[in-house]
């Protein structure tokens, strides 16, 4: 790490809502291993307020209205717009008289329209972050002029060279960008690659992530009960919670398949079901920037089934199955494919694996980061 200069950092996020998902683990990731750096975070966001008082960091939550990213929102920013900036710029004079802040990492859009201009006024780095692809809360926004406008005082990072992509079409200079992709734990994602005999008496199917009806979790319901009616011992488990629980235990239900599937609820630890599965799908519609698990199941040697939504393209690539969203039969034919030559499957995922250990390494991510805040 570089130990030129110690910064001090000041986290801001005041998300419309508060979910437990990529973009908070990476958070926490970084304050855990950048120890080279003080991190403040001043937030709304209930998930990384509770990890930081968890670890008995530096935090404090601050009211800034609601985040800009639906129609009614937006409304209500008009209106509280010059209230929230100025309790913010007071926040950020206070952080940077006692901590001596001198770097604000932006994770949600308020802060970013409000903030950058008086950080740059004020001599402070600014950092955004987007781990989301953008999507009408910016492309069909009012706010999408300041949005270019500030983003020329401010390094913009990514996780893909999609939403580097998307940034740039809609105006923003690619050098105010940079692209550092998400990291998976090697240590704690080890090659654990199933053996072909076991798949062909117990097909294990894994899908983690929120249960929303972004995730196409349903399409893949409609696959299973497909693909059921040739591989009868085939089962899947879901791993994570979220607000579409209820309708897809309903589903489940009306296509017969409740012996066949298993809801386990939220597990902040996956490293066992991963390496009970013998295959992982991610059948997302949209919004699924980078998708982490699908590294982490390349790197377990587990076959990957994942949409061409997003950068899922760019970190699965050829050493998975890609399929378009919405393709219930795609993802089937895939799970068939993978069932019927598991042996073929394994090589594709050994080479998967190679290219997690080349590109998603923590440890490249973490100096990248540290390069870049240093």
Known sequence: MNNSKRHN???????????????????????????????YLLSTCSVLISEFKKRDWNVNTAWAGTEPVT?????????????????????????????????????SLTEKILLTPWAKLMGIRIFWMEHLQIERWLLKSPLRIFYVLWSKFVTIITVVEAVQDQLTKIGIAKENTQVIYNSVNIKQFIQHPSEPEKVKNNYSILFVGRLAREKGIDDLLQAIKIVKLQIPHINLTIVGKGEQKEQLEKITEELQLSDTITFTGFQDDIVSSMQQCDALVLPSTRRETFGIVTAEALASMKPVIATTTGGLSEVVGKHGWLVEPSKPTQIADALLEIYHDYPAALEKTRRGRLHVLELFREERMLKEYDNIFA
């Open 71 to 107: 129609p009614t929102s937006l409304v209500l920013f008009f209106f509280t717009a010059p209230f929230v900036s100025l309790n913010l710029l007071r926040l950020l004079i206070l952080y940077k008289r006692k901590h001596n802040i001198d770097t604000i990492y932006c994770l």
């Open 9 to 39: 950092i000041l986290i801001l996020k005041f998300p419309y809502s508060s979910t437990y998902g990529g973009g908070e683990k990476h958070t926490i990731r970084l304050v855990e291993k950048l120890d080279n750096y003080n991190f």
